[in-house]
């Protein structure tokens, strides 16, 4: 009879371990894409000084200052690591894009420090989120990993733990190169 109170009691530790060490890899994707929203907050903070240095020199150019409003809002808008999201942030990115491509005829305002600062700002910026998105990734990773594996599948299914997504760029190419411009 002992020996099954030993065992019983083996068993739940074992749970209770798994338990917490679920709860702990929950906790740090949390975590991670609060430090995620903390840097697409800086870039939704940066852009509107970007748009209206721009708008100084480049007054004909309203589409471009608009996709980039919209866009901006559309991404602010999205919630929570999900596909939606991160097209929502490709298309803020190729909207900023353009604003650069038009920095590029307006020589003045490639001199322009303030216009230098913002870029250098955004740059900064943007290697910030693909630093916090591949964290937040390999958080997710550990916890879909640990939600799938036996046995922590089991305690996982039983108290509700669900796998998380990845929050990843459609496009390759711009997560290598952020909205970078040559002058």
């Known amino acids: 009879m002992i020996y099954v109170w030993i065992i019983l009691g083996i068993l739940v530790l074992t749970a209770i371990f798994i338990f917490n060490g679920l709860v702990t890899l929950r906790n740090r994707a949390k975590e991670a894409w609060a430090d995620i929203e ?3 907050k800086r870039r939704y903070d940066l852009i509107p000084n970007l748009v209206n240095s721009v708008k100084g020199y480049a007054t004909h150019e309203s589409s471009a200052f ?3 409003t919209k866009a ?3 991404a602010m808008g999205a919630q929570g690591p999900t ?3 991160a097209q929502a942030e490709n298309m803020l990115t190729g909207a900023l894009k353009s604003i650069f491509a038009i920095s590029e005829a307006y020589p003045d305002l490639k001199a322009n420090q303030n216009f230098l600062a913002l870029q250098s700002e955004l740059s900064d910026t943007e290697n910030k989120i693909q630093a916090a998105r591949r964290f937040y990734n390999s958080n997710v990773r550990d916890l879909n990993t640990k939600i799938e594996i036996f046995p922590s599948n089991i305690i996982a299914k039983s108290f509700g733990f669900t796998q998380k ?3 990843d760029l459609a496009d390759n190419d711009i997560a290598q190169n952020p ?3 040559k002058f």
């Open 38 to 40: 903390v840097q697409l």
């Open 72 to 74: 901006r809002s559309m």
């Open 66 to 68: 608009e996709n980039v």
């Open 165 to 167: 997504e990845f929050f």
């Open 83 to 85: 596909k939606e999201h």
């Open 179 to 181: 909205v970078a411009v």
